[in-house]
Every structure is written in C-alpha cells, then in structure tokens.
C-alpha cells in the first residue's frame, strides 16, 4: 500500500508540476476564445481579458481587440485588418499599433478611441460582414490594413478547428499542451496531416473588397488604406495579389500607404521588424505599423495625427 500511495503521490506531483510549468512558464490555459458567425464566419468571442504567453488580450464588448467602445463622444477611428492588426497572442495589448496611435493621438492632446477591428486570416468579406452586423461605432476615419494575400482571401465558413480557433477554455493548461501543440511536433498523434483546401484564384477577393470600400462611403467616412509588404515582397517584388490589390486600390481611388519602405529601412539598419515567418509584425514591426496608421490620418487630414 505505502508503494502505491508513494506513487499516487508521485504521480499527483507531477501532474501539479506539470500543470505549473504550462501555465505559468509557457503562459498555456487561457487562450483568446474565437466563435462562429453565420456572416462574419468567426470572430473573437466579446468581453475578453486573458493573459497568454506573457501578453495580455483584451477583445471589448463588440469583439475589437481593444478597451471598451467610448460612452463620453470621444472620437473614434476604426483600423480593420487581419493577424497583422490583431498580433495574436506573441504581441502584449500595449505593444499593439492600434494601442501605440492611441497613446500618440492622446500625447498630441487629441484623445481618440482606436478600435483594432480584426481576427487572423481575415479578409474583406470577413471585415465588411463585421462592418455590417455591428456597425461603425461612429467612427470619424477608417483604415484599412492589407496584405497581398488579402487579395485572394475568401471565406470558408468550415468548422472551426480547436488547435487555431478554440471555443472553449481547456479544463487545464497542461490539457492544452498535450491536445493542441504536442501533435504538432508528433505528426502520429495526429499533428503531421492539414485538411486539404481550395486555393483561391488570385483576385477572388477583390470584389468584397470594392463592397468594403463602398460600404465605408456609403457612410460618408474618410477611407485610407495601408499596403503591408512582407519580408521576402521586399525583396522580390510584389507576388501577384500584391500586385492586383494595388491596382484594385488605385482604381478605387482609395489613398494608400505603402508599407514597404519602412520596414524596408528597419531591416537595412539591422531592426528585426517580422517575426521569425516573414509576414507578421514583430513588436519592432508594430511600431512601424502605428507610423502607417498614422500616415493614413495625415491622409484623411484627421487633426492631431501629424
């Protein structure tokens, strides 16, 4: 019996110490909960505040990843995007774009609301069906962030998967590391096989992006719109879609910033402004993407952006 109990023992130990280790050292257990939208396809479940991997997320009353919609006739501005704009879960709230041209607006003497209108692998259809169920807030300007790839990015409407979207706190953190990131590393756990998916024609998305734009005008609000390149665009040029959604842009009149240069000139000085895949922003990255934002309201001519 003393065997037994020793092991128990043992084993509860373990379980404890592995329980600490994932939540407390790999910041597991309390991921940003997504939800399905018949519409908008999914989004971030609304009235969250979670810490993950060291970062806090706070996603308000609407789903924006943002502090509360304002109450007292602050000014609004809505900055609507994809995985860029949002950061995930490798970016803390205070270290967001959307977060530092609020601190900066405010630091002017200008107060503003910035709301982070955004969900990862987004696209136009996903953004002006958001647009549509909860409106504008009110907003005084509107800026779009785009990538390239946005150009195609159509939605699926899938069920959502766990291991990206989950919909449910797990009942432990180290539950979490064992059914969601462990199979990633081990493909016979069932890690190893994607689902296969239907490429996009390049272009698919261009017409939900022209009915983006006409819905933001249709509201009489200053529209701009920030062109985000990837690292190995910067090298290479524009990929297709990059190319068609400039020339969509342009047709559309919509003013655009290009985000090449500035982080084409973080990257000449030595900066680290993409993380470790190219595309996302890094905190470095972040920084630069608040100067396009701001450049986006010198655009519009919304006072205090300069």
Request: aromatic residues 6%; contains cysteine; negative net charge.
């Amino acid at each position: 019996m003393r065997i037994v109990a020793w092991g128990l023992a043992g084993a509860l130990g373990l379980l404890v110490g592995g329980e600490a280790v994932a939540r407390l050292v790999l910041g597991l257990g309390t991921p940003p909960l997504s939800m399905a939208h018949p519409t908008i396809e999914y989004l971030f479940r609304p009235g969250q505040d979670v810490m993950r991997f060291g970062n806090r997320q706070t996603y308000n009353e609407v789903g924006m990843r943002s502090g509360p919609l304002p109450r007292d006739g602050t000014p609004v501005i809505l900055v609507v995007g994809d995985s860029i704009v949002n950061g995930g879960s490798e970016t803390d709230q205070a270290e967001l774009a959307t977060e530092i041209l609020r601190r900066d607006l405010s630091g002017n003497g200008r107060p503003a609301f910035v709301g982070n209108v955004s969900a990862g692998s987004w696209g136009p259809a996903n953004q002006l069906a958001y647009l549509r169920e909860f409106g504008t807030s009110d907003a005084e300007a509107v800026i779009l962030v785009l990538s390239s790839h946005d150009a195609s990015d159509v939605p699926a409407f899938a069920p959502l998967d766990p291991a990206t979207h989950p919909t449910r706190t797990p009942p432990l953190a180290l539950w979490e590391a064992v059914t969601r990131y462990l199979p990633r590393y081990l493909p016979d756990l069932g890690g190893g096989t994607a689902a296969e998916t239907k490429t996009p024609a390049p272009g698919a998305a261009l017409g939900d992006l022209a009915a983006l734009v006409g819905e933001v005008r249709a509201k009489g609000l200053p529209l701009c719109a920030a062109h985000h390149w990837t690292e190995e665009e910067l090298g290479a040029g524009l990929t297709e879609d990059g190319r068609l959604l400039a020339a969509a842009l342009a047709e559309t009149g919509v003013p655009v910033v290009d985000g090449g240069p500035g982080f084409e000139a973080a990257l000449a000085v030595g900066g680290s402004p993409y993380r470790a895949d190219g595309l996302h922003p890094s905190v470095e990255g972040q920084a630069i993407l608040a100067d396009l934002l701001r450049g986006c309201l010198e655009r519009l001519g919304v006072a205090g952006a300069g």
